[in-house]
């Protein structure tokens, strides 16, 4: 059995439907729902089980017998969350007590760690998970920090050769877009929000800089695929001999102003750009630049290409936001 965290979410759900492009059906599913459209992202999927966040390690003692490998993506992703021990709750206690019922019960864990890690960026974006490297790095925001501080627990057990599950991978994902993000409200990507706005004839609206030497909309970021995402998780199911911290993302920073001609090309519209002045509270935990360093995974084997942003954008937004149903 495959067990997903957050796998009604947007990074979890598109793993799930890749799972069942292969033909794999035993999954189990942990996540909450309430009431809004989040269903959906699984109305497609045959699933093994549907499990409360807090019924998952009872369920994981249940059927320790089956669990062959945890995807954990479950989290409280919002940087603007406040309640930090909401944060501290769902994304560091919880993700520790998985890997050590993993290692205790021989399941392997590939976890979701986040680019918030890296903070402004001057300390760098490479994925080095030794502990004295991580200990350099900055944060800005609660939810940066829960995953830098399981990051550095990892690292530390690893380091102190405590007893570890039989793989065991983080993955620091950049700036993902693709289906099944709409839950997301004010989290979404760009292209989502970009892309009704657009449609009823309106400008898109970017961010003025408010940084000296940068544009405005010349803000730069490194934009993934989700697709592109999964298929990391799917090479790490396949190799179980890989483990260790990894960055994903594209290793290319393009603007945002990149972002919103592609989304532009790919309704087929003239580009019509306004820019705003960002909320004073944003100004000083905001990223200018991110870029993701890919030596490390691609030292590990991973030798797939990356979508151009023009190409996963044109994807998004003709298969799927243009769509009836946008749903994978």
Known sequence: ??????????????????????????????????????????????????VRPEDLLAFLDQH?????????????????????DKIVANNVALTMELWRWCAWRGARLIYA??????????????????APALARLRPLNPYGWSKHLVDRRVARAVLEEEPLPPQWAGLKFFNVYGPNER??????????????????????????????????????????HVDDCVAVMLWLMDNPGVNGLF????????????????????????????YVDMPADLRGKYQYFTQAAMDRL???????????????????VQDFLAQPDPYR
């Open 183 to 224: 839950h997301k409200g004010d989290m979404m990507s760009v292209v989502a929000k970009l892309h009704p706005q657009l449609a009823a004839g309106r400008p898109a609206r970017l961010f003025r800089s408010h940084r000296d030497g940068i544009e405005d909309g010349g803000q730069r970021r490194d934009f993934i």
């Open 298 to 316: 691609r030292a590990a084997g991973y030798a797939a290409p990356f979508l151009e942003l023009e190409e996963g954008v044109r994807r998004y």
């Open 247 to 274: 960055n994903v993302g594209t290793g290319k920073a393009r603007s945002f102003r990149d972002l919103a001609l592609a989304t532009f090309a790919a309704m087929g519209l003239e580009p019509r750009i306004d």
């Open 64 to 84: 320790a017998a089956e669990v062959e490998l945890v995807f954990h993506m479950g989290a409280v992703s919002a940087t603007t969350e406040r309640d930090v």
């Open 113 to 130: 760690s986040s680019a918030a890690t890296y903070g402004d960026g001057t300390a760098g974006f490479d994925d080095d998970g030794s």
């Open 1 to 50: 059995m495959i067990v997903v965290t957050g796998g009604a979410g947007f990074i979890g759900s598109n793993l799930v439907a890749a799972l069942a492009d292969r033909g794999i059906v035993d999954v189990a599913v942990a996540d909450r729902f309430g009431d809004g459209d989040k269903w959906h992202n699984l109305a497609k999927r045959e699933l093994k089980a549907l």
